[in-house]
């Protein structure tokens, strides 16, 4: 996001309650009143952006601002930048912000403290008192022989201090004490030398914590918490110690009752294998006997099949020779299927010169031929007409008809030769 359009997503994102509140507390003008949830869900959809976050810190927008110090890249941050944002600060809950996100996660920690806490500027001194109490509170990088040499800062000028730099040496006192240790009772016998902070929040309903009261809560937590979690620890051993326990007695019970399983299952299984082994020998003598049986059966049916054509054919020629010449035909054709002598094979024969039954057969289609043209003729040299009633009759083929023409033409040429 470039800063146009962030600007434009903070105006949308502001409420008017929200910015009376902000005034309240001291926000300066200009401000939308961005609430701080809306404003880590923007944070989280712009992740760090270092230059749009420069960018945000000098347009000097309250709320731009806020989200400069959530962006921010504070750990490549240099020190004089660093210093020229605290500088710029004019709004105590900004300081917050800023210490939380910026300079508590900056190299130059130590510096800030120092520099900031002696300034005179209200909000820049207010920022260093903050970032020592978080530092006492969030981190470990100062001991607790560097924190206690600010207890006396604190003791002789808490009560002259400005305002909001009054409340920061407050939280600072408080954070130093909560730490626990002899720093901490050192913390706590100077909160109580000191007495009540007085701090003006303004037309606010927030009020200024007492050190003494807050630095033994935080120190009984920090106990019972102690406490609680030695309870726990030690609730925690003895569960492991228990199961253990039973974790050997289940093994050892356990281990016999597998060893039991597994002879079982081996005898079972010892079982399962003789059992298949005389499966097999039966099916060995089952097989041997099918194969004895259908050898025997085949043995049989060829002879069967032989006296069975026998039969059929001896049955076909008697019917055949009681029959007439279609239903003759019919029956060679149902012969030669019985028989064997298929069209195929009469073919074959033809091809290779014919058999002798062919040869037979043309030889007896020429003669007839013959016997044909040489009746034909003497009946042509005299034709009568009782002869030609008788033969006109019988047959009715074709060949009747075209008879009598040849015979006028054979004798009118016998005449011709006469």
Do not use: Y
């Amino acid at each position: 996001m470039d800063l146009p359009e962030t600007m434009r997503e903070l105006e949308s994102l502001g409420s008017e309650p929200t910015r009376k509140t902000f005034l309240r507390h001291g926000a300066p003008e200009p401000l939308f009143g961005v609430k701080f949830g809306d404003l880590e869900k923007l944070r989280k959809r712009i992740k760090t952006d270092a230059g749009l976050a420069e960018a945000l810190w000098e347009t000097g927008h309250s709320d731009a601002r806020m989200l400069a110090t959530m962006v921010a890249d504070a750990a490549v941050m240099s020190w004089e930048r660093l210093d020229a944002w605290a500088q710029a600060l004019n709004w105590h809950s900004l300081v917050d912000v800023f210490v939380n996100n910026v300079a508590l996660r900056s190299a130059h920690f130590k510096q800030a403290v120092e520099t900031w806490t002696a300034r005179s500027t209200e909000m820049q001194a207010r920022a260093g008192w903050q970032l020592l109490a978080a530092l006492a509170t969030k981190t470990q990088h100062l001991t607790d022989d560097e924190l206690a040499v600010w207890l006396p800062r604190l003791e002789q000028g808490i009560h002259s201090a400005q305002n909001r730099v009054r409340e920061a040496m407050n939280t600072a006192l408080i954070a130093i004490g909560g730490r626990g240790g002899p720093v901490g009772d050192a913390a706590l016998e100077v909160a109580k030398r000191i007495g009540k902070v007085e701090v003006d929040h303004g037309d606010t309903a927030c009020e200024t914590p007492d050190a003494v009261q807050s630095i033994q809560k935080m120190r009984a937590r920090k106990e019972g918490g102690v406490a609680k979690a030695a309870a726990v620890a030690k609730g925690a051993v003895d569960s492991v110690k228990d199961l253990a326990a039973k974790a050997q007695d289940v093994a050892s019970s356990g281990a016999m009752s597998a060893v039991d399983s597994v002879k079982d299952l081996a005898a079972k299984a010892q079982d399962v294998a003789s059992g298949a082994v005389s499966a097999v020998v039966h099916a060995k003598d089952v097989v041997a006997e099918a194969v004895s049986k259908v050898a025997k059966r085949a043995r049989k049916v060829p002879e069967a099949a032989r006296g069975a054509a026998k039969k059929a054919r001896a049955k076909v020629s008697s019917v055949a020779r009681k029959a007439p010449a279609p239903a003759k035909k019919a029956l060679a054709r149902k012969a030669t299927r019985v028989t064997g002598t298929t069209p195929k094979a009469k073919k074959a024969a033809a091809k290779r010169g014919g058999t002798t039954t062919a040869k037979k057969a043309t030889a007896k289609r020429g003669a007839s031929s013959a016997a044909r043209r040489t009746t034909v003729k003497p009946a042509a040299a005299a034709p009568k007409k009782t002869t030609v009633k008788r033969a006109a009759p019988a047959p009715k083929r074709a060949t009747a008809k075209k008879a009598a023409p040849a015979r006028s033409r054979t004798g009118a040429r016998s005449r011709a030769r006469s």
